[in-house]
């Protein structure tokens, strides 16, 4: 049931995804489409309080409780980047808003972006590891918790993967190429003007 449940949370969540957004922009009514977007963290409460019900009403805590967990750790940590990525994207193409800003590719502007997306991976993750410990708490001693544990460990393997990619990219930050002059070759000078002679 609650693999199930999860499964139907993010199916909805890209239908209010979808809806909302075309009732911003292609039908013109940004007040249905708004209150749409806001009703995505409904379902997340909902799988929440199912879960809940499902461990209180005695089912063994096993993968699927960890997973309701982590996706609902994962929509608060990166729910509300993807509508906004989704939204400019939807703008631009149907309402004539701006292009879609994209993420720098050089130096210190591409770490800091990929600080802002560790940033996000990491709230998922904790939230998710939270929850995790709420429910490792709710459930006490009864039954065998070892896959909400390790449901845990993954989620210090998330924090830990993220934050290495940025310091990567701040200890070796990616160098925007040279441009060549119009008029110059591209490759070495010296060496094209000595083939020359």
Not at 22 to 39: D, E, Q
Not at 81 to 106: I, L, N, Q
Not at 122 to 151: C, E, I, K, N, P
Request: proline fraction near 7%; charged fraction near 20%.
């Amino acid at each position: 049931m609650v693999v199930g449940l999860i499964i139907a949370c993010e199916v909805a969540f890209w239908v209010l995804l979808a809806a909302g957004l075309a009732l911003r922009y292609v039908f013109r009514m940004p007040r249905l489409g708004l209150a749409l977007l806001l009703c995505e963290p409904l379902l997340e409460v909902v799988l929440f309080a199912v879960t809940a019900i499902d461990l209180r009403n005695g089912a063994e805590p096993d993968w699927r409780h960890g997973l309701a967990a982590v996706y609902i750790g994962f929509t608060v940590g990166l729910g509300h980047s993807t509508v906004r990525w989704a939204d400019a994207r939807v703008a631009h193409r149907f309402a004539g808003g701006p292009p879609p800003v994209r993420p720098p590719k050089y130096g210190r502007a591409r770490a800091v972006h990929e600080w802002r997306v560790a940033g996000r991976w990491t709230v998922a993750a904790l939230v998710a590891a939270a929850l995790l410990q709420a429910a490792l708490w709710y459930v006490g001693g009864h039954g065998d918790t070892g896959s909400l544990r390790a449901w845990q460990q993954r989620m210090l393997w998330v924090i830990g993967i993220n934050a290495v990619i940025a310091v990567s990219y701040t200890l070796f930050p990616k160098r925007e190429p040279k441009r060549v002059p119009p008029g110059e070759p591209a490759g070495e000078p010296e060496r094209e003007q000595a083939k020359m002679r």
